[in-house]
Nanobody
Framework: QLQASGGGLVQAGGTLRLSCAAS????????MGWFRQAPGKEREFVAA????????YYADSVKGRFTISRDNAKNTVYLQMNSLKHEDTAVYYC????????????????WGQGTQVTVSS
């Protein structure tokens, strides 16, 4: 089970840090990803981190602004979001999968409930 938190309302240029806490004892064996879905749009890949903490992947739209990290001791994955833009407004979902580097939502087996991020312009 995945529980996402940390969303909220922020002005453009601001920062937010999302967290996703996982239950269970196999967290470190999963690739973790963040996706987002804006109203009227399809869910899109944001970032992913492999089992090895050194392998991270980002969508071009967030590269250089967002940072994904994980703490396997706390069963938690984070998404640090800096320099937020209005177009980052969406519901953000964390997900767990087994394919390292995958940007396809269909390859992620478990999903959190989503947390709303709203960036005012």
């Amino acid at each position: 089970q995945l529980q996402a938190s940390g969303g909220g309302l922020v002005q453009a240029g601001g920062t937010l840090r999302l967290s996703c806490a996982a239950s269970g004892r196999t967290f470190s064996s999963y690739v973790m990803g963040w996706f987002r879905q804006a109203p009227g749009k399809e869910r899109e890949f944001v970032a992913a981190i492999g089992r090895s903490l050194s392998s991270t992947y980002y969508a071009d739209s967030v590269k250089g602004r967002f940072t994904i990290s994980r703490d396997n001791a706390k069963n938690t994955v984070y998404l640090q979001m800096n320099s937020l833009k209005h177009e980052d407004t969406a519901v953000y979902y964390c997900a767990a999968g087994t394919q390292d580097g995958s940007t396809w939502s269909s390859t992620y087996n478990y999903w959190g409930q989503g947390t709303q991020v709203t960036v005012s312009s």
